[in-house]
């Protein structure tokens, strides 16, 4: 479990969160508070799954390497939110590896704002794909609202994307028509597995049953596989 960044997302109290799930599934899990660990390839062998939440930041070209041939070679990667989506903002090969990237998260009518992180906090559904519903990850999860940051996402077309949210036409915004972004996706990489969930923001968030239940169904999916082994 890799952790750091920006501090707005409390990558330690959410990280923490998820570690008993680990455990009772049967994990050995070790912290690591900086990306330095992505440089060490003997580990990164030995490893089955990365669970990332390290919001903006920075990392060295030998770390994103080494990343990259992790997740090549067989080894899960995992996050949610900035954690996963909003990290390593100059690193094109990061971006790749990912496969989207946060781009904003709309707000409310300016007269509204009270200058709190509550100014970007929308009314908005995550809705389930007709491939999400088959998936392991989503399967059985119906359609879902939330009262939190609402991603946009700039993405590829190699993802699976298993959930969306559509940002709609406001007054005070400036495109012409309604946006739908990825919201839960997949990506194979070499013989590993990726998962990204974008809902995240808060601790509440992350308490929400359906999001949790992707989160860690997500886990246990990116995880190497035997083919991998």
């Not at 491939?131 to 699976?160: C, K, M, N, S």
Request: net charge negative; hydrophobic share 40%; aromatic share 8%.
């Amino acid at each position: 479990m890799v952790r750091g960044g920006w501090e707005g997302h409390r990558p330690v109290e959410a990280t923490e969160l998820f570690i008993p799930f680990l455990e009772r599934s049967g994990y050995a899990v070790r912290v690591e508070e900086s990306t330095e660990i992505y440089a060490d390839a003997a580990e990164l062998a030995d490893t089955d799954l990365i669970v990332q939440c390290m919001t903006m930041s920075q990392i060295t070209e030998e770390q994103v390497a080494g990343l990259a041939a992790a997740v090549v070679a067989g080894t899960g990667f995992t996050g949610w939110h900035g954690g996963i989506v909003d990290s390593f903002r100059a690193c094109s090969d990061y971006l790749h590896l990912v496969g989207g990237q946060f781009a904003t998260h709309p707000g409310l009518q300016p007269c509204e704002r009270s200058g709190g992180e509550e100014d970007n906090f929308l009314p908005h559904s995550i809705k389930i794909t007709d491939l999400g519903r088959e998936h392991p990850i989503t399967a059985g999860i119906e359609d879902f609202d939330l009262v939190t940051e609402q991603y946009w996402v700039l993405h590829d077309d190699l993802i699976e994307v298993l959930a969306t949210t559509t940002h709609p036409t406001r007054e005070w915004h400036p495109w012409h028509r309604p946006v739908t972004s990825p919201a839960i996706w997949t990506r194979n990489w070499g013989a590993g597995r990726i998962v990204v969930t974008t809902p995240g923001h808060s601790l509440d968030v992350l308490e929400h049953p359906c999001v949790r239940t992707v989160i860690e169904r997500g886990m246990l999916w990116a995880t190497r596989t035997a083919s991998a082994s």
